[in-house]
């Protein structure tokens, strides 16, 4: 019974989170944890693996569709897996509090900015390609050093950056799915090694999140106006920057 319901959740949340351009992990490796599974060795390694199955199956989706933008994404994506390992490798080094606190921060206003411009008009033309790919690159890699120093996943921050640099929002969320399937299995690869799966939670979430990822693709490419998913996406931002927070406040 208990696999039924926590792929029934898991189902909603890849609905949603796919909207976005996102994996899910946010929820999925909580949702495990309060299900009785053990943390370490099964709701990470299980949450970063449904993450990126949940982008795979939406980007693949978006992709056959024509709203992922390949030649933009590529770029961001290996910006991203370099920063990743480097941000990783400095935090024996560096105190995390002040900087988790300052990113937390960040997000917040990010969300909120998403929030009060979620009216407006979408962009009518992109940032010349060579500036774009510039910008994207230099951003993904501080994004990618942030996510691997603090061990939070960097994706949500993709969309408000290819809105910034012209993407409509509908295109900026396909595009984001794909980047965070490079970021999500270099996440899982890095965890793998301690994980002891659960089987059949494995493969009850699995066919839940590429049903659902798959269902939030086609209600996002034609039922979902561009201000509810910047809307939706604001409050994602501020639940992410919230957790950040608190989980240094109350320690």
């Given at each position: 019974?208990?696999?039924?319901?926590?792929?029934?959740?898991?189902?909603?949340?890849?609905?949603?989170?796919?909207?976005?351009?996102?994996?899910?992990?946010?929820?999925?490796?909580?949702?495990?944890?309060?299900?009785?599974?053990?943390?370490?060795?099964?709701?990470?390694p299980?949450?970063?693996?449904?993450?990126?199955?949940?982008?795979?199956?939406?980007?693949?989706?978006?992709?056959?569709?024509?709203?992922?933008?390949?030649?933009?994404?590529?770029?961001?994506?290996?910006a991203?897996?370099?920063?990743?390992?480097l941000?990783?490798?400095?935090?024996?080094?560096?105190?995390?509090?002040?900087?988790v606190?300052?990113?937390s921060?960040?997000?917040?206003?990010?969300?909120?900015?998403?929030?009060?411009?979620?009216?407006?008009?979408?962009?009518?033309?992109?940032?010349?390609?060579?500036?774009?790919?510039?910008?994207?690159?230099i951003?993904?890699?501080?994004?990618?050093?942030?996510?691997?120093?603090l061990?939070?996943?960097?994706?949500?921050?993709?969309v408000?950056l290819?809105?910034?640099?012209?993407?409509?929002?509908?295109?900026?969320?396909?595009?984001?799915?794909l980047?965070v399937?490079?970021?999500?299995?270099?996440g899982?690869?890095?965890?793998?090694?301690?994980?002891?799966?659960?089987?059949?939670?494995?493969?009850?979430?699995?066919?839940?999140?590429?049903?659902?990822?798959?269902?939030?693709?086609?209600?996002?490419?034609?039922k979902?106006?561009?201000?509810?998913?910047?809307?939706?996406?604001?409050?994602?931002?501020?639940?992410v920057?919230?957790?950040l927070?608190?989980?240094?406040?109350?320690?």
């Open positions: 019974m208990i696999y039924w319901v926590v792929s029934s959740l898991v189902f909603a949340a890849a609905c949603v989170f796919s909207m976005l351009g996102l994996g899910g992990a946010l929820l999925y490796i909580p949702l495990f944890k309060w299900f009785g599974f053990d943390f370490k060795a099964v709701a990470i299980t949450g970063l693996f449904l993450n990126g199955i949940t982008a795979l199956s939406a980007a693949v989706y978006y992709f056959r569709a024509g709203m992922v933008d390949v030649k933009g994404a590529i770029p961001m994506a290996l991203t897996l370099i920063g990743a390992p941000g990783a490798h400095l935090t024996c080094y560096v105190s995390t509090e002040k900087l606190l300052l990113f921060l960040f997000v917040f206003l990010v969300g909120l900015r998403m929030l009060f411009v979620s009216g407006q008009p979408e962009p009518k033309e992109f940032l010349p390609y060579n500036m774009r790919i510039i910008i994207a690159s951003a993904s890699f501080l994004i990618g050093f942030l996510a691997g120093f061990g939070v996943g960097g994706g949500s921050l993709f408000p290819l809105i910034a640099l012209g993407y409509p929002t509908k295109q900026a969320a396909a595009t984001c799915s980047i399937v490079f970021s999500s299995f270099a899982f690869s890095s965890h793998v090694a301690e994980g002891h799966f659960e089987p059949k939670l494995l493969l009850f979430t699995t066919f839940a999140v590429i049903a659902g990822s798959q269902t939030g693709a086609r209600l996002m490419r034609h979902m106006k561009a201000k509810w998913i910047k809307r939706l996406f604001g409050l994602v931002l501020l639940l920057a919230l957790k927070g608190l989980k240094v406040l109350i320690k």
